[in-house]
Each structure stands twice: as C-alpha cells, then as structure tokens.
C-alpha cells in the first residue's frame, strides 16, 4: 500500500537539513544533505506509519495539502512516499 505526506525541509546554521511532516505527530528527521534528510524522512514516515496501523484501530490522518502548509522562506516542501507491504492476513 501507497502512502504520501508532504514533509518541510529546513536548512539549519550548519547546513544541515531538518525535515518534519505536518500530518504526521512527531515524525521528524534530518540530514547533511537534502538528500540524506529526504532518505531519512522516508524511513521516519514509514516508521511512523507502520507503528500506527499495528494499532488495534489504526487511524491515520488526512493528507495536507502542500499549499496549505505554513512555511518559512528557504523551506522546501516535498512529497515523501511510503511503500508498506502487508504480510497474508494482515487485515484478517
């Protein structure tokens, strides 16, 4: 199963990068490069996804539009998916 969320990617006083989803409580990440902070974001999320839906009623919120995220000049908005393969029976 396929998920996006749009995530900000900040850079820092060290040149670094900070990312964060607005839709996803707590779900941060960064790197040294925007690269590093995007691979690193992707992992987060699916971290983040897939602890929810081991919930007993997994409840994932809605997506945000991008042009609805308040961002500060120099933020990059991108689009991160996630790719979540479910074992046989998962939803049994």
Avoid: Q
Avoid at 68 to 83: A, M, T
């Amino acid at each position: 199963m396929k998920f996006i969320y749009p995530a900000v990617f900040r850079k820092n006083e060290d040149g670094h990068y900070n990312a964060w989803f607005p839709d996803l409580e707590l779900c941060e990440a960064s790197g040294e490069t925007l690269e590093d902070a995007i691979e690193n974001a992707n992992e987060a999320a699916r971290n983040w996804i897939t602890v929810e839906l081991e919930e007993e009623d997994p409840l994932l919120p809605y997506v945000t539009d991008i042009e609805d995220i308040e961002v500060e000049e120099g933020d990059i908005v991108r689009n991160i998916s996630v790719n979540i393969r479910f074992y046989e029976g998962w939803d049994e």
